[in-house]
């Protein structure tokens, strides 16, 4: 590591990688819970037709666009909880308001995002997409935005919980929603158990019952447990102040912005794909599902960097945040190795969970674009954990700028160019993707280095002006 002192030693190393392995192993079941919600959304509708999750597809590229941006919102009351609590462990009173100051920003983000999401039609007509797959969308859209506050919210009171090191009951909620979505979601679309049939609908009706239900579930046991309650965030969670609530946003705000980025490419690929045709878009979804699903694990790891990170930049110990980070970032990286094998070797028996029928045009063509995820699986890993690293020292805007200039800049018009004025079309469309998240990650991992080495001068948490 750069800068190792006499503290990173293989003693102290080994405590913090087993610290960041306990504190990310449960965030990432929440993660991977949370992604099992749309996994078994696009499991059951590839079951009730082709063209029902093609629109499924191009719906939640939006909707996937947007929630990212709410969990960055969110992602600021970890990384401000962390730090108060690692100046002063008996600091709730900085702890509750920066759950209130997420809860108000967040809260006011999605009100904008359910707006845009019911309203979303002619953006995808706009954007070339087949009106017949857009008619089919939209409504499946519109039922998936009413559960979107419930979202976000969740994540930042699961932040709250991260940020106390105690992730698990979040995990808990997430694994129960997971097993109530199949149910409900099965139920709602093929008329089951004496539920209305409601097709692709039906899908989205049943998340937005489930996110709000687990949102519930998870205040009520925050108000029973001894430690949560201590903290009294029922108290006056809607009063803050113009100084705290423009302080929050100057942490979290670029964190939405560098989701929005990386998702927003992701959201224009699946576009690009809608204009190749439904079998590409259809294709596409799949792939990424399981890019996603692997995703959830360094994404899990770079929150307990911010927490792992934020707690050292409290206590200000320079060597801590050094070790804390790029600890998460070498076992995010080493999972991600693993996963990149894996689908490169089987690739076509993970795309027959979703399409049985080898002889599919969609099976064959997931199979290509999931042998391109396998490529970019280990820099995927890295650019996450080092922009979560990152964020527990409140350094988000240089990272927004480099992951916005990545991705923008140079990931979307090669994509464009390989995918729709080439012969490679979505397989191009993928290389474009891997183009920018290894740019990403390169830059990213610069940045961590050169601040914790000290050719950066420390990020500054804004003051409070009361």
């Known amino acids: 590591m750069a800068g190792a002192s006499r503290y990173d030693s293989a003693p102290m190393i080994l405590k913090e990688a087993r610290a960041t392995l306990a504190l990310a192993l449960p965030i990432v079941g929440t993660q991977l819970a949370q992604m ?72 006011i983000g999605a009100a904008f995002a359910v707006v845009a999401l019911w309203f979303a039609g002619p953006l995808l007509l706009l954007a070339g997409q087949d009106p017949d797959l857009v008619a089919e969308a939209v409504p499946f859209l519109r039922a998936l935005s009413i559960g979107f506050p419930a979202v976000i919210w969740f994540a930042v009171l699961r932040g709250f919980t991260a940020a106390l090191e105690r992730p698990r009951p979040a995990l808990v909620l997430m694994v129960i929603a997971v097993l109530l979505n199949v149910g409900v979601n099965y139920g709602l679309i093929f008329g089951a158990y004496g539920l209305p049939q409601l097709g692709l609908v039906g899908a989205g009706i049943g998340s937005s019952i489930v996110n709000i239900s687990i949102l519930i579930a998870l205040v009520l046991y925050i108000r029973a447990d001894a430690q949560f309650a201590a903290y009294h965030l029922a108290r006056g969670w809607w009063r803050s102040t113009a100084a705290r609530l423009v302080r929050y946003a100057r942490i979290s705000g670029p964190i939405a912005l560098t ?33 996603a699903i692997t995703f959830m694990v360094p994404m899990g790891i770079s929150q307990a960097a911010t927490v792992r990170v934020g707690l050292a930049a409290g206590a200000v110990d320079a060597p801590g945040i050094r070790r804390a980070g790029w600890i998460a970032i070498v076992l995010g990286m080493g999972f991600m190795a693993i996963a990149g094998l894996i689908f490169w070797q089987f690739g076509d028996g993970l795309i027959s969970v979703f ?33 979560g690293s990152l964020r527990g020292v409140h350094d988000t805007t240089v990272p927004m700028l480099l992951a916005a200039g990545g991705y923008w800049l140079a990931a979307l018009p090669a994509a464009i160019w390989l995918g729709l004025f080439t012969s490679q079309r979505g397989e191009g469309v993928w290389a474009g993707l891997a183009i920018g998240l290894a740019l990403v990650a390169v830059l990213l991992l610069w940045r961590f280095a050169a601040k914790t080495s000290g050719t950066i001068a420390p990020t500054a948490a804004p003051a409070v002006a009361e």
């Open 36 to 107: 099992a919600i749309h996994t078994t959304d696009v499991f059951l509708l590839a079951r009730l037709s082709e063209r029902a999750l093609a629109a499924a597809a191009l719906a939640t590229s939006i909707y996937g666009f947007f929630m990212v941006m709410g969990m960055g919102l969110s992602m600021g009351t970890p990384a401000l909880a962390a730090q108060a609590l690692g100046h002063d462990r008996a600091d709730r009173e900085s702890v509750r308001r920066a759950v209130h100051d997420g809860l108000i920003i967040s809260g």
């Open 259 to 291: 989701f929005a980025s990386e998702v927003g490419l992701f959201s224009a690929a699946a576009l690009l794909m809608g204009r190749l045709g439904a079998n590409e878009v259809a294709a596409h979804q799949i792939a990424l599902q399981w890019a």
């Open 355 to 387: 399409v049985p029928s080898p002889s599919s045009p969609v099976h064959m063509l997931a199979v290509a674009y999931l042998s391109w995820a396998a490529l970019f699986q280990v820099v995927d890993g890295a650019q996450a954990v080092a922009n």
